[in-house]
């Protein structure tokens, strides 16, 4: 390679606050995602149509985005076997979380994906060697605790079952987030956003003969949601994790519990008791308190 010329594979320099940025939108856009779950459940839609619909409606749309950005050939990929190991951790993350979101009140659903965070941070440290200095490691256990007041356990409120499903879900969304930060390093987010998407809906097309059924256009409109919505989300959280570290974005997972609970008591009428209201500052603050060390790092000089 001559002086001069830049490495292709040479991993880009972390951008903190615009990956950041990234997962505050992306969140937002998996709330709304969670929410079409919750309403499809609620029309007994089962899970297999549920998780097809969903990446079968968004295949499409993240493939006009990347026409529309770096162009149809951007999708070619040089690591199709890490695409199909995504997609497949995709895809049992995905189960548990929309069984979660069926089973659950949206606002105990999000609190309990909160753990996030601790196993991210444990994986990036321990997978990825990224370092983790204490004021991070406290910031998210202090988040922690915020989550513990707001999911009160041993509450009957909250079936066993359907906790041990969203402790599986918070678990593999770590896993993803790491298998993303390895992607990130060369592929771009709308790319590993469509692999995804149309790697699970071909895994997932043989089953569909056996499960689907006849829909109205409110449900197909629901799936057009669904997939809108998750196409959004799956170019913004792979567009965090590259641009910053898993133990840092993920953090901003916290401001989902301000949509769970916004949407579950306008569409739902379900209106968290005084335990969300004492562990809201909590879980917000430490994700606030991560973008401002994040800040104060970036200005310190070298």
Known sequence: MRVGTPDPDAAAPDQPLAGLIARLFAVMMLAMMTTFIRVLALRHVGLIESMFYRNLFAAPLILAYISLTKGVGSIRTQRFKSHFTRA????TGMVFTFEAYRELRLADATSISFTTPIFATILAATVLRESVGWRRWSAVLIGFAGVLIVAHPGSSTIPLQGALIALGSAFMVAVIAILLRQLGRTEPPATTAFWFCTLSAILLAPAMPWVAVRHDMTEWLLFAGLGLSGAAAQILLSASVKLAPVSIVVNMD???L??????????FGELPGMSTWAGVPLIIGSGLYIAWREHVRLRLPA
């Open 88 to 91: 497949l951790a995709g895809l």
């Open 254 to 256: 916290y401001s989902a």
């Open 258 to 267: 301000i949509w769970s609970v916004l949407f579950g008591w306008l569409l």
